[in-house]
């Protein structure tokens, strides 16, 4: 049950768009202080911002870098305490130009406004390193997630390799993201795009969204990736 937890709270924080930032107020003598901000997160389960300095959030993470981030499922009706959340508790810290550009390249092909933030030279890349992680999956199901169970092993690929994979399917297997796209999430759509892989699964972006669609086993290799792509464009076919 504790490794099923452990898989739903990874899928839950690999396919959220945002998530509500709690940090510690400067301003206001320690109280906590909620903001909501786009992340993406990596095959290692930390999470990455980027966010402006004059943007409250940032403004105390510079002061304290402790912080937490909540995800949840949005009930479309009903019990919204019936659904699963995530809060990651941990410390930020602002990247320096290298590593923060390696970052944004990623979290920019998943999210492309963000390109244009670059043209405004008070947004910085941070990171944060998930000190522990509170799952509910509903009533009962309540788990603590220590750090070393949290954490994996980084994608065996650098970002180089990871865009040749991107660009070689959304050049020529765009129809098998759609049949996945339509089998996993719904949505119907012939021209989706790859926006991102992880050891975990990927993302295809449509409508200015992205979906994340976990792979059956964690990937070791390029070809690994191929291999779980194969299988979800089989298993998309004959469910279509």
Sequence with gaps: MRSQALSEAKHLVHSAQSGVVSTISHNLRGYPFGSVTPFISCSEGKLYFYISD???????????????????????EGDQNAHGRVTLVGDAKKLDSEQAELVLQRYIMRYPEAESYKQAHDFHVWQ??????????????????????????????????????????????????????????????????????????????TEKRNYYVPFERVCQSGGDVRTELVKLTQQARQAA
């Design 54 to 76: 004059i943007a409250q959030h940032a403004k105390n993470l510079s002061h304290d870098c402790r912080m937490s981030v909540t995800v949840f499922e949005q009930a479309l």
């Design 128 to 205: 944060m390193d998930i000190v522990r992680v509170r799952y509910i999956g509903g009533f009962g199901k309540i788990f603590w997630i220590e750090p070393e169970e949290w954490q994996s092993a980084a994608s065996p690929w650098d970002f180089a390799t990871e865009s040749r994979m991107i660009a070689h399917m959304n050049e020529d297997h765009v129809d098998a993201m759609a049949l996945i796209l339509a089998q996993h999430h719904g949505v119907d759509d012939n021209n989706p795009q790859m926006s991102g892989i992880q050891s975990q699964g990927f993302y295809m972006r």
